[in-house]
C-alpha cells in the first residue's frame, strides 16, 4: 500500500488498457496525484485473469 505523500490517505491501484499499451499506477482518491506509470506485461495479465477465475470458484 502507497501513502500520498500530500494529504497522508492511502492510495488506489489504477489499470488503464489502451490501444497503443496497457499500464498501472497508484492514484490518490483525495488530490488525485499519481505515482509513476509502469507497463503491464502480456504474461501478468494472463497470471492475474487465472488467480481471479480460481478465487472465483
Known amino acids: 500500500m502507497t501513502i500520498c505523500r500530500t494529504c497522508n490517505v492511502p492510495m488506489t491501484e ?3 488498457f489502451t490501444s497503443e ?3 498501472k499506477f ?4 483525495k488530490c488525485y496525484g ?3 506509470h509502469l ?3 502480456e504474461r501478468e495479465l ?3 485473469n487465472y ?4 478465487g472465483a470458484k
Not at 497508484?26 to 482518491?29: E, H, L, T, V
Not at 488467480?51 to 480460481?54: F, G, I, M, R, S
Open 14 to 16: 489504477v489499470r488503464r
Open 34 to 36: 499519481e505515482t509513476k
Open 39 to 41: 507497463k503491464i506485461f
Open 26 to 29: 497508484q492514484r490518490c482518491p
Open 51 to 54: 488467480l481471479h477465475n480460481k
Open 46 to 48: 494472463y497470471i492475474d
Open 21 to 23: 499499451r496497457n499500464e
